[in-house]
């Protein structure tokens, strides 16, 4: 009973659409292959584990049909894979000169379709030549491939992965190896090949490509020495091998010695493995955080309908005073120590009151009007203060300040005849000089 596999399954197919989107934009075919391999094995594994849990019955033989083909393609697809992005980083990061055109991306991109899809294609078409039977069903695993183990079987089914699994971990290496070499310049250099990698992607691609690696030579060495040792026949001819070729074994829980469901189980667990091993590696870059932060900001703004990075609403009432610098604030004593005579001081000083009492008038109705705003601003080019209020019944905040009164003829007279006729105070210093 694993009650945990379609769970497990589905999360790991729903991982690998995480960094999905920037390498589509980069035109990584062997990337892209990786995801679209492991995405449609964890999905065929998660609906085995739904379909065939308790059970062994023949439900869709169609479905078992296509998806143990699938099954066997992605045997040779991820390995062939995984090899193009090592000797992809191995010609990136080596001192030889390689030019990095649109016509040499094209030819790679070609090369690598066809060693991820095509070559697949055609092994799963040969993989007929040494399947014994149609195929078979585990309790709780769902359908499974079979192969008649042999001598062609060995060098059809399990050594072309091996092979392109050691290759991928030779041009790992001795990318690592190139890398420690000019690793204080290898960012100018990755930037010189126009290669379009930089530092944390080619060292995220090269650990997935090893860690990869690792996995698919430890299941297909395993798979090949269980066949070996438990299951070798002699190869004959082609009737004898295709003998009641459309016979489906079943294979209950009960009564399965333990250790070949230890072998299954450990099977099972590599494409959910590997789906997780591919999004640790990319969903922590600095390109995934730039695309979680550009579908955040897609939430907010089409759902939520607020605009990313602007200010809420206050719910408050807000005022805001565009006043004069208190440099610029009339004063008594400013007023005092400009104007001429005594008279200008006692004049400002109602002016001076009557200040006092429109600022205790404003904070008064500020506390009514809740949602009010007043702008009192002073306008400069004429020298004046304007008030802007939400009402006409609330008096200026800063009253223009009345203009001096015109000297009476007589007072002016006064002053003149006091600083012009003689012993006035000018004179009455200069004689006591």
């Keep these: 009973m694993h009650p945990e596999f379609p769970y497990v399954a589905l999360f790991a197919a729903a991982?690998?659409?995480?960094?999905?989107?920037?390498?589509?934009?980069?035109?990584?075919?062997?990337?892209?292959?990786?995801?679209?391999?492991?995405?449609?094995?964890?999905?065929?594994?998660?609906?085995?584990?739904?379909?065939?849990?308790?059970?062994?019955?023949i439900v869709i033989p169609v479905w078992c049909d296509i998806t143990t083909k699938i099954i066997i393609g992605s045997n040779i697809a991820l390995p062939a894979a995984s090899m193009c992005v090592s000797i992809h980083l191995e010609q990136v990061s080596s001192i030889r000169q390689v030019s990095f055109t649109k016509?040499?991306?094209?030819?790679?991109?070609?090369?690598?379709?066809?060693?991820?899809?095509?070559?697949?294609?055609?092994?799963?078409?040969?993989?007929?030549?040494?399947?014994?039977?149609?195929?078979?069903?585990?309790?709780?695993y769902g359908c499974r491939p079979t192969t008649y183990v042999s001598i062609p079987a060995i060098f059809l089914i399990w050594v072309p992965p091996l092979m392109m699994a050691v290759v991928a971990m030779v041009c790992s290496g001795l990318a690592f190896y190139h890398f420690l070499r000019q690793r204080i310049s290898f960012a100018r250099h990755l930037q010189s090949t126009n290669s379009g990698l930089n530092t944390s992607r080619y060292l995220r691609l090269m650990a997935m490509s090893i860690v990869e690696m690792l996995l698919g030579i430890a299941a297909t060495s395993a798979t090949l020495a269980f066949s070996v040792i438990w299951d070798m026949?002699?190869?004959?001819?082609?009737?004898?091998?295709?003998?009641?070729?459309?016979?489906?074994?079943?294979?209950?829980?009960?009564?399965?010695?333990?250790?070949?469901?230890?072998?299954?189980?450990?099977?099972?667990?590599?494409?959910?493995?590997?789906?997780?091993?591919?999004?640790?590696?990319?969903?922590?870059?600095?390109?995934?955080?730039?695309?979680?932060?550009?579908?955040?900001?897609?939430?907010?703004?089409?759902?939520?309908?607020?605009?990313?990075?602007?200010?809420?609403?206050?719910?408050?009432?807000?005022?805001?005073?565009?006043?004069?610098?208190?440099?610029?604030?009339?004063?008594?004593?400013?007023?005092?120590?400009?104007?001429p005579g005594a008279g200008a001081s006692a004049a400002t000083a109602p002016a001076m009151n009557q200040l006092e009492k429109n600022e205790s008038y404003l904070l008064a109705s500020s506390a009514e009007s809740d949602h009010s705003i007043l702008d009192l601003s002073y306008d400069k080019e004429e020298g004046e203060k304007g008030v802007n209020t939400p009402t006409d019944d609330v008096p200026p905040a800063y009253p223009q300040s009345a203009p001096p009164s015109p000297l009476e003829p007589a007072d002016l007279a006064a002053r003149t005849t006091a600083f012009d006729r003689p012993g006035s105070a000018l004179d009455a210093s200069q004689h006591t000089e």
């Design 233 to 339: 026949r002699p190869w004959t001819n082609w009737a004898n091998v295709h003998w009641d070729f459309s016979r489906i074994d079943l294979y209950a829980t009960f009564g399965t010695p333990p250790f070949i469901l230890t072998y299954y189980y450990v099977l099972w667990w590599i494409p959910p493995a590997s789906s997780f091993i591919f999004f640790f590696f990319f969903a922590f870059g600095q390109e995934a955080m730039k695309e979680y932060q550009a579908c955040f900001s897609w939430v907010l703004l089409h759902v939520f309908k607020i605009q990313p990075g602007a200010p809420a609403k206050p719910s408050f009432a807000k005022f805001s005073f565009n006043l004069r610098s208190q440099s610029h604030r009339p004063t008594a004593s400013a007023c005092s120590s400009t104007s």
């Design 103 to 140: 016509a040499s991306k094209r030819r790679r991109q070609i090369i690598e379709l066809v060693l991820c899809w095509l070559v697949p294609a055609i092994w799963m078409a040969l993989h007929y030549c040494v399947q014994g039977h149609r195929f078979d069903i585990l309790e709780d």
């Design 15 to 57: 991982c690998l659409l995480v960094p999905l989107p920037w390498h589509w934009r980069a035109r990584n075919i062997a990337t892209l292959s990786i995801i679209a391999w492991l995405f449609v094995i964890d999905v065929i594994y998660a609906v085995d584990a739904i379909v065939w849990k308790h059970s062994v019955d």
